[in-house]
């Protein structure tokens, strides 16, 4: 590389690179639309008009979208070269839901077979809003089959797609628009891409007399596996590994939650009554510290930096414990009603919402240490909430309700065809 050409033109900057003195001209490109500081929204389209020329010869011309910084967030369009002297419009698609709000780029870069020039156009983007697009209910017919229903955003459930597999859990990540499910004794841990309902990528399980896989985790950037051998694995959006950590001899993982950089994993012992939760360092996966549980954990649930909530059972009756972090140490500030504790959500930093198998839905606000029915008459064997409508999501074995949260008023319900073994919320980003 001989030479640099850096130029300013009608806010148009070109940047040249000349590779032969034979040919010490680069092409010439302006940019007409769009015109300087235009907002647009994510899904917009952007109409782009230039003009690129060159004295002796064009051989690419291409389209892209950059950030502030100049980085390529958008992958590029390629225009046919037809002649030396080019004017053409092209639409370009502002696809890319997650795309912030903030200052960009339209680029078109144009070669001469010497010279590689790119000339920019600053404009405005506004990022598209958070929306759901579905609620989606996983259900199982056989234990050796699940069926993926999504519930639309008028509620109609259509099934969308189906694996031979069994179960020990399932988790969403909106972010990669993908559905990872666990198998256990021979069903494989399978990413589901529900852009297109296909499988995007897959790791085998173990084919012994033991369960294989545990559960599963995600905390929006990484899937994270607890292996009934005592392995904690977490894989990527691509199924790459990027984390592991070992349970304690003797013990395995079955519930998960990560928060500032730490992995709290409820483990249980195989052959006894025996539980404790273990605190990992992330990304490293080493033991900080641990502590009994007193009870099988369902669910963890986050409170403040210092405290988590872990619900669960004991000899059938359900319990809920805050774990306070710094101290390591466990108690219980609310007796829950008799009986099995079967879900639980945390809805903000004051109130959760436990389903027990009385058919009530409670709420527990931490502040009053009070703890009343919230919803009746519903056997509530998984919980969401949906802070962006400000809804709770209920399933029984073969219903999926949604309910006010502030008034706990059922707004919608629908029933689908088979047990229902978990629910997802699927949002756009």
């Known amino acids: 590389m001989k030479k640099i050409f850096l130029i300013f033109i009608l806010g148009t900057v070109l940047v040249a690179c000349n590779k032969d003195q034979s040919d010490s001209q680069p092409p010439v490109i302006t940019i007409s639309s769009p015109y300087p500081n235009q907002l647009f929204h994510v899904n917009d389209t952007i109409i782009i008009t230039a003009k690129v020329s060159d004295e002796t010869q064009l051989t690419s011309i291409s389209i892209s979208l950059e950030n502030a910084q100049l980085a390529r967030v958008m992958p590029s369009v390629n225009i046919p070269v037809v002649s030396k002297n080019m004017n053409f419009t092209d639409r370009y698609v502002l696809s890319e839901q997650h795309l912030l709000s903030g200052i ?35 259900t199982q017919p056989y234990s050796s089959q699940i069926n993926v229903v ?28 993908q559905l990872t499910i666990a198998g256990s004794y021979t069903g494989h841990l399978n990413a589901i891409n529900l852009s297109t309902n296909t499988t995007q990528w897959s790791h085998p399980s173990g084919s012994g007399s033991t369960p294989y896989f545990e559960g599963i985790y995600n905390d929006d950037t990484l899937s994270y596996v607890p292996l009934y051998n005592g392995q904690i694995y977490a894989y990527d959006a691509n199924g790459m590994q990027a984390f592991s950590a070992t349970a304690d001899p003797n013990y395995y993982g079955t519930q998960l939650y990560k928060q500032n950089g730490m992995l709290f994993v409820a483990e249980k012992y195989i052959t006894g009554t025996s539980y404790k939760l273990v605190t990992y360092y992330c990304p490293f996966g080493a033991n900080l510290q641990e502590a ?44 829950l009603p008799a009986g099995k504790l079967l879900s639980a959500v945390a809805i903000d930093a004051d109130d959760w919402l436990l389903g027990c198998d009385n058919n009530t839905v409670y709420k527990y606000q931490y502040s009053i240490n009070s703890l009343t029915a919230y919803i009746t008459n519903a056997r509530a064997y998984h919980l969401l909430y949906d802070d962006l409508n400000n809804q709770v999501i209920v399933a029984t074995k073969n219903t999926v309700s949604e309910y006010n949260y502030t008034t706990a008023a059922m707004v919608n319900t629908v029933s689908v065809t088979d047990s229902i073994i978990n629910i997802h919320l699927l949002f756009n980003k």
């Open 292 to 335: 009994a549980m007193p009870m099988n954990a369902i669910a963890i649930c986050p409170k403040d930096n210092n405290d988590i909530f872990v619900f669960g059972n004991n000899a059938g009756q359900g319990v809920m414990e805050l774990y306070t972090i710094n101290n390591n140490v466990f108690y219980s500030p609310q007796t």
């Open 150 to 177: 999504k519930i639309d955003t008028l509620f109609h459930a259509a099934q969308q797609t189906s694996l031979l597999s069994d179960y020990s859990g399932s988790v969403m990540n909106s972010y990669y628009q």
């Open 104 to 138: 960009y780029y339209v680029t078109v870069t144009a070669s001469d077979g010497y010279n590689l020039i790119s000339g920019f156009q600053k404009i405005s983007i506004i990022a598209s809003p958070r929306k759901r697009m579905g609620i989606y209910a996983l």
